[in-house]
């Protein structure tokens, strides 16, 4: 085989009270990319669709994560890149963390499978970093594996796979401004009180509990971040009123997805789901702000040959 056409998903980081660590996957908003053989040594990204991204190697996601696993494998020939980009950059669903996983899977793929999905997001880890300043997976992960996905460490990388409840739905609505994810970590404070860091990870441990249990209810007392989102939330217009709007519709809980300016609720059921939807459009709807929205289970695959 010496082409290979993948969907690589779109993704939700942070989950409210797991900053940095926790986040799930997409099953319906994600990239298309394609990647092929060819006799020229080197990586070489050919084609761009969708948005405006750099092609040479060492300035684009995706390029860098690929270098990095081309640099610790020895063959003879190189890999072209096509990138089909349906998430936009700056949403805070993962676009950057999609492109980074997309190429390393794909060129895994094409040589046989000799590295696993943590190793591959070790790679992938390289490109996120061009994006967003720091080195994290909390993106990466859920786009690799699918599923909700625990970070357990960077050095060395450990990644945890969450179980996701069967009746569990995300909707989540962007905005269409960009917030830049390097500009959103650095309004976040260095040092912050025990009595919040106690609640939250009180809160965090409740919630992976209740992923593993399918308890809704201890779900919905879960989803409460009160480190990062009364910083962040200020960078996203309206954010409360769609806080506010969800949680009277019957979702479980919302929260900024990423560094935003997305917002994602998770509910039981889908009835409830495209009622928070409905409760989500008619916020904006009021405004000048456009916006996209979706509707989807938890992708407990992630990435995937379309081909």
Not at 112 to 120: A, D, M
Request: hydrophobic share 40%.
């Amino acid at each position: 085989m010496n082409e290979i056409r993948i969907f690589s998903p779109a993704t939700v980081a942070n989950v409210a009270c797991g900053f940095d660590v926790l986040g799930f996957c997409l099953d319906s908003v994600g990239d298309e990319m394609v990647i092929r053989k060819v006799e020229r040594k080197g990586i070489h990204i050919t084609n761009i669709e969708g948005f405006d991204l750099p092609y040479k190697a060492e300035e684009n996601v995706a390029g860098v994560s690929a270098l990095a696993m081309y640099d610790a494998i020895d063959v003879d020939y190189g890999f072209e890149i096509e990138i089909y980009k349906n998430i936009k950059p700056g949403s805070g669903i993962g676009s950057s963390a999609a492109s980074a996983v997309g190429s390393v899977f794909g060129m895994n793929e094409l040589i046989g499978r000799p590295f696993n999905k943590t190793q591959l997001t070790e790679f992938a880890i390289k490109g996120e970093a061009l994006a967003s300043k720091c080195e994290h997976a909390d993106n990466l992960a859920p786009a690799m594996f699918g599923g909700f996905t625990l970070v357990k460490s960077i050095s060395p990388l450990e990644i945890l796979e969450i179980p996701s409840p069967q009746d569990l739905y995300a909707t989540i609505i962007h905005p269409q401004i960009e917030i830049k994810t390097s500009e959103a970590r650095a309004i976040l404070p260095k040092e912050v009180a025990l009595s919040n860091a106690i609640t939250q990870w009180a809160n965090f441990g409740s919630l992976i509990h209740g992923l593993h249990t399918s308890d809704y209810g201890l779900i919905q007392r879960s989803l409460n971040d009160v480190i990062v989102e009364p910083y962040r939330s200020q960078l996203i217009p309206h954010y409360n009123e769609v806080k506010q709007a969800v949680i009277s519709a019957g979702a479980l809980g919302a929260g900024i997805s990423g560094s935003g300016p997305s917002i994602f609720s998770l509910s039981q059921g889908l009835e409830t789901a495209e009622k928070v939807k409905d409760a989500m459009s008619q916020v904006y709807a009021n405004t000048d702000i456009d916006f996209d929205i979706h509707v989807t289970k938890i992708n407990t695959s992630g990435i995937k040959v379309l081909n």
